[in-house]
């Protein structure tokens, strides 16, 4: 059986065609191409620009991936979107999409859930059997683990997530948004030494961020002050690389902690990284080293797998899709509130 | 505590700070969790057992922040210990610590957690075919007294963080021992204080009394109807625990996890 998928639910347009051969086969990505929205420096991207964004983009896109998996419309069994959760209007421009292509190709609409679809995309690529996930990007921060037909949410952000943290630390030092924010946090935190104090809020399995991120700020409008501002222990100049690095071990040391008292909790040793923040390698290394001193591993994707994308709403909505679920026309709306345990995983055991 | 002497000193994953290598009697290794070891141990006396509750430096993080947060963290919950210690509130007494090197040296509390005494006792029952409602006067004087445990450590200002019955052991009271007395009986000693903070505020206590009661409900269903004998117990132990009771409805409402924005 062969799946489009088309997710829209922040920044990123991605269209990914995947195609599942057999039951004891792995699955194969015929196509997974993305377009994003990239605001100036200092600012965020507001849903309307967003929305216009993929409005604009999505039919160059479906031409594209359609052409790239050398399918035709006779081939494809379902088309798959992101109900949800994400930003409103650019939801809903790849919604009508979704629609359009059901009706004019008369095809199966397969609604999806955006977390689910990252969990199994880290899944199937990885090959990790049942690892205890952590799901970090711009919009969710959670840790989560499947027992019972749903994927239970362990611990999650209380206030704003781990990636919108650094994105609008990003905005503060208005570095570039080009490729994505994150990155270049990620990249200016690789010169930074000096760890600055920050606050540490994690309460049990869940935690906080909107502390540290006014914390950090803070700093950084101190410097802008007072560029000479030195560390009162080594004596060296305090600089943004350094904002950064603090921001990073800081907020990273938090999600790798909440991560394996969740581990603990359901005696798992594996552990799977999903979402935007996934791809930042320090996180990676950080839970490597704590699931080596459990005996574990951990599974971590590439930026194709990991930012949002196309391929994992064909995955995901193709494994629903073959246990018989699918989305009517009339109920092929789209949520900004969807959460990850509300979904039923028929299609686990 | 359970016990197993399978786990030996020399199987610990970590290096063991300076008190664990050399000990008069070996320390043995009790129990592992996310970030904290737990060893029996003796202190002073080779006849006087002690728990060590050892936090390990975690690789993973930056060590000035490592330090600081074992520091915090060790500081935390003996202060929390002490406190409950002096009020009166049934807790492990402080011996010793050292929170540069990461341990802290805490009275051995006999007896087993309520998580299996209360399962014991009610497969038990299951198999002597007794109903549910029937003879639970043991039951219902062991919810009382966690209620009551509960609410003494809430009247002092302290919550605990994690409560579950994992975390509440029943220490045999020497006059009955335990073939005269009962699995169910025995003095409640709360436990396990690593995410207990210094609070007064009733959102905090009823969250911990929420906690408490979604334990019951995952591990004990057949006990969960008898919670509200743990609220009532509640109820009387410390003045403005109706509030908190209150507070409790507002929490079960919305549950602990909120509907989020993508």
Known sequence: MISIGLEGSANKLGVGIISHPHPNKPAQILSNIRHTFISPPGEGFLPKDTAMHHRSWVVRLVKQAMAEAGVSIADIDCICYTKGPGMGAPLQSVAITA??????????????????????MGREITGAQNPVVLYVSGGNTQVIAYAEHRYRIFGEALDIAVGNCLDRFARTLEIS???????????????????????????????????????????????????????????????????????????????????ERAMAHVGSSQVLIVGGVGCNERLQEMMGLMARDRGGSVYATDERFCIDNGIMIAQAGLLAYETGFT????????????????????WRD | MEVDTSLSQSSSPVPLPLILQRPSVPAILIAQGAEALLFRSTYL???????????????????????????????????????????????????????????????????????????????????????QGVEDGKLVGLMRRIGSAVGRMHGVGVVHGDLTTSNLMLRPVPAEGVNGGGMLDGEIVLIDFGLASQSTQDEDRAVDLYVLERAFGSTHSKAESLFTEVLGAYEKSFKGANIVLKKLEEVRMRGRKRSMLG
């Open chain 1, 99 to 120: 629609r359009m292509l059901s009706v004019l190709w008369q095809k199966e609409l397969v609604g999806v859930n955006h977390c689910v679809g990252h969990i199994e």
């Open chain 1, 177 to 259: 948004n080009d490729p994505a924010p994150g990155y270049n946090v990620e990249q200016l935190a690789k010169k930074g030494k000096i760890l600055l104090d920050l606050p540490y809020a994690v309460k049990g399995m869940d935690c906080s961020f909107s502390g540290i991120l006014a914390s950090i700020d803070l700093l950084a409008g101190e410097l802008k002050a007072n560029p000479d501002k030195r560390d009162p222990i080594t004596g060296e100049l305090i600089t943004t690389a350094d904002l950064c690095f603090s921001l990073q071990e800081t907020v990273y040391a938090m999600l790798v902690e909440i991560t």
């Open chain 1, 327 to 346: 989305t009517p026309l009339e109920e092929s709306t789209c949520t900004q509130r969807f959460r990850t345990d509300e979904v039923f995983v028929k």
């Open chain 2, 45 to 131: 006396l080779p006849s006087l057992p002690c728990a060590l509750k050892y936090r390990p430096s975690k690789p993973y993080r930056h060590p000035t922040l490592d330090l600081r947060l074992t520091k915090h963290r060790i500081l935390s919950e003996a202060r929390v210990l002490t406190k409950c210690r002096r009020e009166g509130v049934p807790v492990p007494g402080v011996y010793a610590l050292d929170e540069g090197a990461g341990w802290m040296m805490i009275e051995w509390v006999d007896g087993e957690v309520v998580r299996i005494r209360l399962n014991e006792w009610l497969s038990r029952r299951a198999q002597e075919g007794v109903p």
